[in-house]
């Protein structure tokens, strides 16, 4: 799982869709507030995991067991405006290329069997630095595993 991770983050730090968002790895100590941000493994609400894995045995050896998880990950745009609409628009933009991209590469190297977009959640604020949405959303990963 950590190195699916990594892989992940590694990604999206270099694809072109993300040219000029900040993209975090897991939660990261700053001060800075992004207007356009992507992060993984960390959704920025401290009641939510990062992550939920099941294992189960796979075959009749029981090794290596099938391992299905959800990296939680969130896309957050911050306009300086109180229109809500450019924020919304950008937030599923983000979210969109972040499926483009895992979809470029599904196996994440040979790491994994596949990684695809997961479930959302969406959520939209008005701040006092104006109109802030959010999406949360997983990364659904099939993969083995030893034990």
């Known amino acids: 799982m950590p190195d699916a991770i990594d ?7 270099v694809a072109p869709e993300f040219d000029g968002v900040t993209v975090w790895d897991g939660p ?6 992004p207007q356009e941000m992507l992060t993984v493994a960390f959704t920025g609400d401290d009641s939510d995991s990062d992550v939920e894995s099941t294992s189960t ?9 099938r391992e299905t998880f959800t990296i939680r990950c969130a896309a957050a745009v911050l306009k300086g405006a109180t229109d809500m609409r450019p924020a919304r628009r950008r937030a599923y933009e983000l979210y969109a290329a972040a499926g483009a991209v895992l979809a470029r590469d599904p196996k994440l190297g040979g790491l ?3 990684a695809r977009l997961g479930s959302h959640t969406f959520k939209q604020v ?3 630095r104006g109109a802030q949405a959010l ?4 990364i659904d990963v099939d993969s083995f595993t030893a034990r």
């Open 112 to 114: 994994v069997l596949r």
């Open 7 to 13: 892989r992940i983050v590694d990604t999206f730090k």
């Open 28 to 33: 990261e100590l700053s001060k800075a507030t």
């Open 135 to 138: 999406i949360v959303f997983g």
């Open 126 to 128: 008005q701040t006092d």
């Open 57 to 65: 045995a796979e075959g009749l050896g029981g090794r290596p067991d």
